[in-house]
């Protein structure tokens, strides 16, 4: 009976880790040929996804893509970080990377004076206008692309310098409320909106992702070029460096925003009457003067025939 319950238990651990084995071989198979299916289903809609495409997209595009890669790699490093700054301080219009700001500067150099020397063309025009017109397309090629940027600059920082008495009035707000410095920017981000918002959003989240709070605040007085905000950015920096009361800080520069659009107010007022003078010398004398004075000059002129 011993040797008959040996043999038995023998017998079943052997079949034990026959089936084991046999078993973990069936899930291995299974999960390959889950990850066959898997990558077959992915491949063809990867297929049916290139079919879909267009002519331009599966040709033209990826070319247009190199030509871009060795475009950038032709571009030096400190320049395209200056114009990554500069597109950043003019909202990054149109999404633009400097490399496409680049091949639009290049495009307009290159089409501008043909279609200006074209448009002479097709008026007429001898030849010193149609090589006048083309310079003329040639310099505002140039100078266009930095216009546009100085302008987007320039509104983007007044928006700014609009919203600032606004949001620091709500930061102040919520760190008196008893919130983190980064939670009452958090609230402020999503209460406000605007130019102002968008920056201290982005600081956000490069915080989120391992930058410090320094390095992101240093950022936004980077990309606005308002002297207000660079003011009440180096008071935040220097008060986390001292340890001062941030609620204290935010109260005073609230404070002196407030005075200063007070008195950017009265300058304009009395920019005003000056602003006036030109259109009432050059477009309301001369009619009043028209009106006024035509009757007599006429009878003076009929007198003396």
Not at 37 to 43: K, M
Not at 63 to 90: T, V
Not at 156 to 182: C, H, M, Q, W, Y
């Amino acid at each position: 009976m011993i040797y008959f319950t040996f043999f038995l238990m023998v017998t079943l651990t052997i079949y034990g880790l026959i089936i084991m084995k046999s078993e973990k071989k069936q899930r291995v198979e299974k999960r390959i040929s889950i990850l066959k299916i898997d990558n077959s289903g992915e491949n063809d809609s990867i297929n049916k996804q290139e079919q879909q495409k267009s002519l331009f997209q599966r040709m033209v595009f990826p070319i247009w893509k190199e030509f871009k890669k060795s475009f950038k790699r032709k571009m030096p490093g400190e320049k395209q970080a200056k114009l990554e700054l500069r597109l950043l301080q003019a909202g990054s219009p149109f999404g633009m990377t400097p490399v496409d700001y680049r091949m639009l500067q290049f495009a307009l150099i290159l089409l501008l004076p043909f279609l200006s020397a074209g448009y002479a063309h097709l008026l007429q025009m001898n030849g010193s206008v149609v090589i006048l017109f083309g310079l003329v397309g040639l310099a505002g090629a140039f100078v266009l692309p930095t216009f546009y940027l100085k302008q987007k600059v320039k509104v983007r920082n007044v928006s700014a310098l609009k919203e600032l008495p606004d949001i620091l009035d709500l930061l102040t707000v919520s760190l008196e409320a008893g919130l983190g410095f980064d939670s009452a920017i958090s609230k402020v981000v999503s209460k406000k909106e605007g130019v102002l918002s968008a920056e201290f959003h982005r600081c956000l989240e490069e915080i989120r992702l391992g930058k410090t709070r320094r390095e992101a605040l240093a950022g936004i007085r980077d990309r606005l070029i308002v002297d207000e905000i660079r003011t009440l950015i180096s008071s935040i920096l220097q008060a986390e460096k001292l340890g001062i009361g941030m609620v204290q800080v935010l109260r005073v520069q609230s404070n002196e925003v407030r005075d200063q659009r007070k008195q950017r107010a009265e300058e304009e007022a009395m920019k005003a009457p000056i602003k006036m003078l030109f259109p009432l010398v050059l477009f309301i004398f001369p009619s009043l003067f028209i009106v006024l004075l035509g009757p007599a000059i006429i009878q003076f002129l009929q007198t003396f025939k």
